[in-house]
């Protein structure tokens, strides 16, 4: 039921971002850019297809606990259960949420959510792939009997609920900001001012943070700067995943201390080993002061990589209802064949000249290996693929005809 309830959101997902784009250009508000949103987009394409191939832990945990570590059993049967168990939820993703944003390693993963400079509904989707231990912090939910597929409803209507504040064309809604938490809310949450950083933790009670001394209203007199202070700049969904493990990965090797190599996974958000900080230190610029990371390609690579990212969906669709009775190492090729052009899309619109190459290379192999594994698809699945293939080779000419970077 969960797993249906996210199916069916999902189209009105991209419903209000249609919305969202129509209203932002009717009012000339500029919170959307191509390149941010297909790189939040692309990051959300493969948070979700990448469960199919990639082993997970949690989910052991998740199908042993309820029956193995219950004091109780509430039952699903009572409407009382799953309003409590919605509660409860939100209740444990705010100690969830609160601990990613001051645990090195957890925020390791979660930043990948925090480092759009924009603030759309494409933000919403921006999810990570790298997360760990997560699952420990909802273990209570089963320790008191709440029924696994209660536990998995509320989870999904809790990520549904927060799609809608993640938008900047809603302003504050009166007596509804007292409890629940609100656009306004959020785009605190997101923000990297000073008294912004590390606020409104909550996923659909706001309540939480006033409670435990987190809340912190959006004020007129501060305008929310959002991003991170250390800037990604990049628009490879790869690198977004990767680059704070990378840092916390090079710091523990740089540091002669020992126990400074274990350490630094656990300590606050942006704690280093004393001697890497001083041999190798990191200038952090104040909110405001960053400059926008924007390369502009030109209006022809602008849209190869759109309509890149549209087949990319349409892949990822086929593969999810397709493919689930393949054995794994064709699943596993398959969801290479989905990822790759969302990798590459980040280089062309970083104006990369050499991505050029690489994306032909990357559509050579691809038909190569969707021949080699033709047996295992159904007709129409060839036809599309032949179809896709052949327009984005006549287009990539196209490409190697004109510079990358608009003039």
């Known amino acids: 039921m969960a797993t249906t309830i996210i199916l069916f959101a999902t189209p009105f997902f991209f419903l209000l971002i249609f919305i969202e784009l129509y209203v932002n250009k009717r009012r000339n508000a500029g919170v959307y850019r191509l390149n941010d949103s297909l790189t939040s987009l692309s990051l959300g394409v493969i948070s979700q297809t990448k469960k199919l191939v990639i082993f997970s832990f949690a989910s052991i945990v998740y199908a042993w606990a309820p029956d193995s570590i219950a004091l109780f059993h509430l039952s699903e049967d009572y409407l009382a259960t799953w309003i409590f168990s919605f509660i409860f939820y939100d209740f444990l993703y705010y100690w969830f949420h609160r601990t990613s944003h001051n645990v090195n390693f957890l925020w390791a993963s979660h930043v990948v959510h925090h480092q759009s400079e924009e603030y759309n509904l494409t933000t919403a989707l921006r999810q990570t792939s790298s997360s760990v231990m997560i699952w420990i912090f909802y273990i209570p939910s089963f320790v008191i009997g709440i029924p696994a597929e209660v536990f998995f409803v509320s989870g999904a209507l809790n990520l549904v609920y927060q799609y809608w504040v993640h938008t900047r064309l809603i302003g504050k809604l009166g007596w509804y900001e007292s409890i629940f938490v609100t656009p306004s809310h959020h785009r605190v949450h997101h923000g990297q001012n000073e008294i912004y950083i590390d606020r409104n933790h909550g996923g659909v009670f706001i309540l939480w943070d006033k409670w435990f001394g987190t809340f912190q209203e959006e004020l007129e007199s501060e305008e929310v700067i959002y991003g991170v202070r250390r800037p990604l700049r990049s628009f490879n969904p790869l690198w977004a995943n990767i680059h704070t493990w990378f840092s916390l990965l090079t710091d523990a090797f740089r540091t002669k201390n020992w126990a400074d190599k274990f350490k630094i996974w656990f300590m606050p958000t942006g704690w280093r080993p004393a001697d890497v900080e001083l041999s190798y230190p990191v ?125």
């Open 283 to 407: 200038i952090k610029q104040s909110a405001g002061a960053q400059i926008k990371y924007n390369p502009e390609p030109n209006n022809s690579v602008k849209i190869y990589t759109l309509i890149q990212y549209i087949f990319c969906i349409l892949f990822g669709v086929i593969f999810i209802q397709s493919t689930l009775e393949l054995v794994f190492h064709i699943q596993f090729s398959i969801w290479i064949l989905i990822t790759l052009p969302l990798f590459l899309n980040g280089w062309f619109l970083e104006s990369k000249e050499h991505v050029k190459y690489w994306e032909l290379l990357r559509l050579s192999i691809s038909i190569l290996l969707i021949f080699a594994l033709r047996d295992s698809f159904a007709q129409w699945i060839l036809i599309f693929s032949a179809g896709y293939f052949l327009f984005s080779l006549l287009f990539l000419a196209v490409l190697f005809k004109t510079t990358i970077k608009k003039i």
